[in-house]
């Protein structure tokens, strides 16, 4: 036991080691406001941002770049005015509801992040190189070209989010562990992936092979090292769930620590022309991205049905004590599925990072639409994961046609609870006597 102990924390030792070479990478001290402008996904670059102090005297002014990003540096802290000169947007883009002023405050030594969302404007005339908005036409043509476009954006949110969610229900099969370290895994691959990337210097997609193959590796040594300690040692699930919150909390902040609160993009595929499918326009890396997304929950839903190990990952989860009496090495298998899980939640943190970008609380922030998608779609099966998350994705996005875009996510989740007042056991779920 006391040699398992030693490394497991010599592994995270050197996972804050490597972690901690970017957070020296940039500059010592950041003092001011920043921000990204993107429209349906797409940087928005040439928007003028003024500066000012509380009491109106002008500071500085920056300009997006071809990014969309911006940054102005500030000689002390205090809360400052930044507005958006709506004047330099493009001429089918303008701020939600028409608030282009934000007063952030400034602490020392710390950058302040400024949000502007940027919305489609109906009539506008289209930018070259500039997402275009769908016009209103006679018959609602307009109303379907943007139904459609959130359909596009929901299936890719709905993916990422059946990524993670598919290795958290695999994890809860198998040992029954309410895992709410599970977003910190998905963090975990998208800093690591950007480790290599802006840190070592190597292109995002070998970044990537990486960091899910790390991200594998941390899956299987929790498991080895902790939470099979655990499990050894008789600890209840409602134990070792709590003991998940702590660990979220312990890497949130060892994040945090690392790599700093700012989001940060990757340095490829980040500034990339629309490509127009008959009414959808997405960049190609959108494409792509759900394309690979796809293939991987295909193979690792084949691989469950028809490897042995797949079929031994389906004894353990309906009877583990049946599964050991019958040869099948339980811890193995479990091991397998930590190992599985690491890694399919890394690569999920990858793809949020590539569609949005990267910062420590991504995996917190997708964690509440994780576990809807895999309590929705029934606990423990690995495709009713896939079948929820991508309801979950849908909703959000499609939501926002009738909704006010800040509240998408509470539409999503109440969906989850009138379904479930219907059908506990979700989509594809089984009814179980309790008692």
């Known amino acids: ?68 990003t911006w940054d102005v540096q500030v000689d002390k802290p205090g809360k400052y005015k930044v507005t958006l000169d709506v004047g330099t947007l493009p001429q089918n883009a303008e701020v939600r509801g028409g608030n282009n002023v934000r007063t952030p405050t400034v602490y020392e030594k710390n950058c302040s992040t400024v949000l502007f969302a940027l919305v489609p404007k109906a009539g506008g005339e289209p930018t070259p190189g500039a997402p275009t908005a769908p016009a209103e036409t006679e018959g609602g043509s307009g109303f379907w070209q943007q139904a459609a476009q959130l359909t596009f954006e929901g299936f890719n ?13 695999l994890i809860f099969g198998t040992t029954k562990l309410t895992n709410f370290a599970h977003g910190e895994l998905v963090t975990l691959g998208a800093l690591l992936a950007y480790l290599f990337n802006v840190g070592f210097g190597l292109g995002v997609i070998p970044s990537a092979i990486i960091a899910v193959i790390l991200g594998g590796a941390f899956g299987y040594l929790q498991d080895r090292f902790f939470w099979g300690q655990l499990r050894r040692r008789g600890t209840g699930v409602i134990a070792m769930m709590i003991i998940s919150i702590g660990v979220a909390m312990f890497l949130r902040f060892l994040f945090l620590f690392l790599h700093g609160g700012d989001s940060e ?39 469950l049905l028809r490897t042995r190990t797949g079929k031994a990952a389906r004894a353990v989860a309906d009877n583990p004590a049946l599964a050991a009496s019958s040869g099948i090495n339980v811890d193995r298998v479990i091991r397998v599925i930590w190992t599985a899980g690491g890694a399919i939640a890394a690569l999920a943190g990858i793809m949020l990072g590539l569609s949005q970008t990267v910062k420590y609380t991504m995996g917190q922030d997708i964690l509440l639409l994780i576990f809807a998608g895999v309590t929705l779609g029934g606990l423990g099966t690995a495709f009713g ?37 219907f059908r506990p056991q979700g989509i594809l779920g089984r009814r179980e006597r309790i008692g």
């Open 1 to 68: 036991m006391r040699r398992a102990v030693i490394a497991f924390t010599a592994f995270l030792g050197g996972l804050v080691f490597l972690l901690a070479a970017p957070a020296y990478a940039g500059p010592a001290d950041c003092q001011g406001v920043r921000g990204t402008l993107k429209l349906q996904g797409q940087p928005v670059n040439g928007v003028k941002i003024v500066v000012t102090s509380e009491d109106g005297k002008p500071v500085k002014e920056a300009t997006s770049n071809a990014e969309g």
């Open 157 to 169: 949110l709905g993916l990422i989010i059946a990524l993670a969610a598919m290795g958290l229900s």
């Open 265 to 303: 993009p990757y340095t490829e595929f980040n500034a990339q022309a629309g490509v127009t499918v008959g009414p959808i326009t997405a960049a190609p890396k959108n494409f792509i991205m759900m394309g690979i997304e796809l293939v991987v929950l295909i193979i690792v839903g084949i691989a």
């Open 385 to 421: 994961a896939l079948v929820g998350s991508l309801i979950v994705g849908l909703f959000i996005q499609l939501s926002t046609l009738w909704i006010s875009p800040e509240l998408k996510s509470v539409g999503a989740l109440a969906v989850l609870i009138i379904v479930l007042l």
